[in-house]
């Protein structure tokens, strides 16, 4: 094994690598389109394409869209569910949220296990983790064989209160594996150890309906890794960022469910990091979807759980994650047109296969990447650095047949009109992440990536009020490329209801020290070591009286000089910031403690390229060529720029095009771009110029 690292992305449409070679410093791009019918060859392929061999190396990063997507898609397995008695309904009850209370047409969550394979045991914990009914075994067995004959490939345990007292669920977990050997068995204590029975069972159901996909792409992924002679070490990146070994990610997978979007947040951390930016928006357009994530004061905001699938039906996954808020458009999001003749652009996308119309591979459905080459946006001759040339007939004749013609427009007008709306539609991904969470986006820089961002960077900015973006270098790859600045990290979280004024801080030490030792003792374990251990407190925190709590980041120091005022203090200004108010004097209560145990390993150093002078030198100036701007009213003879070629220093007003191998950045009439020492595309959008 030689120092190489390298790290994969698997998006809809495109797989993305990042190689980097500790030794040398040397860093290497890959790009290919996804083959869903066998995910590793587009690996493979995205690894060949870059001349990298993955023999020579040491570690194997990957971050997958596999989880979520069997979730969203509805295509688990076949799943049981062993829940305490009397508790059978808990997971179609829910919460009897009803947020939009006059929609005659409302519906709520369609739980992933229909109730015919719910299962009731009997047994009974309290809450505080007291045996109030024994298991009984002899019961248990006879379930399981109920559930064997039913074809179950995967069974959820959720018993109540076990994230106080787990020996019940162990219990269950070892007959169960026991009677169904073939079955994949997951109990809800191994993923979370704190309160909430609606939101645990929720949890357990969704890792044990995606385990055995995810489980066996794993395990081919790992096998097909070993067939390349790789003899290094393979994990995974989690919703936080952080990275775990693929043998705790095949049976923890809803720890991976944001593992692409998560890797990209990371990265634009490190790049806010180099830059001395404490305030950023990560914000990330595939092929399928485009997500926002927030940097605030140089970290990634967090959340302690995660709605998938949108509010009104949602299912909650109670798991640490980056907080993301994500929507169904991409760059090939297919337009159409619904009732009344109104436009929509998303969310079915048409992916790799056939993917957009001009892509030329059987596609028929105007796309938003259609609508670009239309506009002149993309060079038909120069898509992927030429690698994969672009259909303008075909492109042209989507839009007219399908949108134009339909609403008596010019096609120039319909594609014009795919890209405002797509822009709209993206704009909601940064505001769910920045204005519903009580925070000014126009007060943030936006930090741009993903294959297809570049090219919408400035209008989605524009609709927000966002006056600086930033296109980092390479930015097609740029998901892949956050995962080789991931850490090892392990999150942990125990329920502990304690009243402020009176909480006993020796309980508190001793819950902390016992999560921070399990988190030490994790990544000492770990193959990859780290140069570092850091360890970082939470607190869940709320109003006497309130349901919900808010997470508090707290300094060990707090608890060391039992400080109640300082705690308070810093609960009252999180609410302040997440709602818009506070109650200074109002009691507060802990709900659950926090702890996140971070093994930090060596990082990639900056990128720098060379200085110029403002004016870019002649070579990076390719052609010029007609690109339609509706700013300007219609077509522009617009310089094209060859990114590669451009110097720190160099400065370039729009309209403009920057092409690079995986990537277009549209500047926008009235844009000034900027290019700093690392190569970024610094964008004074609008009138910020």
């Known amino acids: 094994m030689g120092n190489l690292r390298v790290a994969v992305d698997i998006g809809g449409t495109f797989t993305d690598m990042a190689a980097f070679d500790e030794a040398s410093g040397k860093l290497v791009f890959g790009k290919a389109l996804s083959t869903h019918d066998a995910l590793a060859r587009g690996i493979q392929d995205s690894v060949d394409g870059a001349d990298v061999k993955i023999d020579e190396a040491y570690l194997f990063l990957h971050g997958t869209t596999i989880a979520i997507n069997t979730l969203l898609e509805r295509t688990g397995a076949k799943t049981a569910l062993l829940i305490t008695e009397g508790f059978r309904d808990i997971y179609e009850i829910g919460r009897i949220n009803r947020p939009d209370a006059y929609n ?228 090939g999001s297919i337009a159409r047109l619904v009732e009344g003749n109104a436009m929509r652009v998303g969310p079915q996308s048409a992916g790799s296969s056939p993917g957009p119309a001009c892509y030329g591979k059987g596609g028929t459905e105007p796309t938003v990447t259609d609508a670009n080459l239309v506009l002149g946006r993309l060079d038909a001759k120069h898509f992927l650095g030429g690698e994969m040339p672009l259909d303008v007939a075909a492109a042209e004749r989507a839009i007219r047949d399908r949108i134009a013609a339909k609403l008596k427009l010019d096609p120039l007008e319909a594609a014009e009109g795919i890209l405002r709306i797509a822009a709209t539609a993206m704009s909601y991904a940064v505001k769910g992440v920045t204005t519903e969470r009580g925070l000014d986006a126009g007060k943030f820089t936006m930090v741009v990536y993903g294959g297809a961002g570049p090219l919408h960077a400035s209008a989605v900015a524009r609709e927000i009020g966002i006056r600086r973006v930033l296109i980092p270098f390479s930015p097609g790859h740029f998901s892949a490329y956050g995962m080789l600045f991931s850490d090892l990290r392990r999150d942990y979280v125990r329920s502990c209801f304690q009243k402020l004024a009176s909480a006993p801080f020796a309980l508190f030490e001793g819950l902390y020290r016992e999560m921070e030792d399990e988190g030490r003792a994790s990544i000492a374990n770990s193959a990859v070591k780290p140069q570092s251990v850091q360890v970082t407190r939470f607190a869940d925190m709320r109003y006497i009286g309130q349901e919900h709590a808010v997470t508090v980041e707290l300094d060990r120091g707090l608890f060391e000089r039992e400080d109640r005022d300082a705690i308070k203090s810093a609960f009252d200004a999180v609410h302040q910031l997440r709602y818009g108010t506070n109650a200074p004097r109002e009691k507060a209560e802990l709900v659950s403690l926090r702890a996140t145990v971070t093994g930090q390993v060596e990082k990639p150093p900056p990128i720098r390229i060379a200085a110029g002078q403002a004016e870019p030198p002649a070579a990076a100036l390719r052609t010029r060529r007609p690109v339609y701007f509706r700013e300007a009213g219609g077509f522009v003879e617009t310089p094209i720029y060859v990114r590669t070629a451009l110097l720190a220093g160099n400065r370039v007003a729009g309209p403009a095009l920057i092409e690079e191998h995986a990537s277009t950045t549209v500047l926008l009439p009235g844009d000034v771009m900027i290019v700093d020492p690392a190569g970024n595309l610094d964008i004074a959008v609008g009138s910020r110029a």
């Open 104 to 331: 005659l047409f409302f519906g709520k969550h369609e739980p992933l296990i229909a109730r015919s394979w719910r299962h009731e045991v009997k047994e009974r914990m309290k809450a505080d983790g007291s045996v109030h009914r024994e298991l009984d075994e002899t019961h248990l067995r006879e379930l399981s064989r109920v559930i064997k004959a039913q074809g179950a490939e995967a069974v959820a345990i959720l018993l109540l209160h076990s994230y106080r007292n787990p020996a019940h669920e162990r219990r269950v977990e070892e007959i169960v594996r026991e009677e169904i050997p073939s079955a994949f068995v997951s109990s809800s204590h191994r993923l979370s150890q704190e309160y909430r029975e609606f939101e645990r069972v929720s949890t357990v159901a969704a890792n044990a309906y995606v385990g055995p996909r995810v489980e066996k792409y794993l395990g081919e992924l790992d096998r097909h890794l070993r067939d390349k002679n790789f003899k290094g070490d393979f994990y995974v990146v989690q919703s936080t960022g952080g990275l775990f070994p693929v043998s705790e990610a095949r049976n923890e997978c809803v720890r991976m469910l944001e593992s692409g979007p998560a890797a990209g947040v990371i990265g634009t951390q490190a790049i806010c990091a180099q830059l001395g930016l404490k305030d950023a928006i990560a914000f990330d357009m595939g092929g399928t979807t485009a997500k926002a994530g927030v940097i605030s004061d140089g970290r990634p905001l967090t959340a302690g759980s995660a709605l998938i699938g949108g509010y009104e039906r949602a299912l909650p996954i109670q798991i640490p994650m980056i907080d993301i808020f994500e929507v169904g458009t991409g760059g």
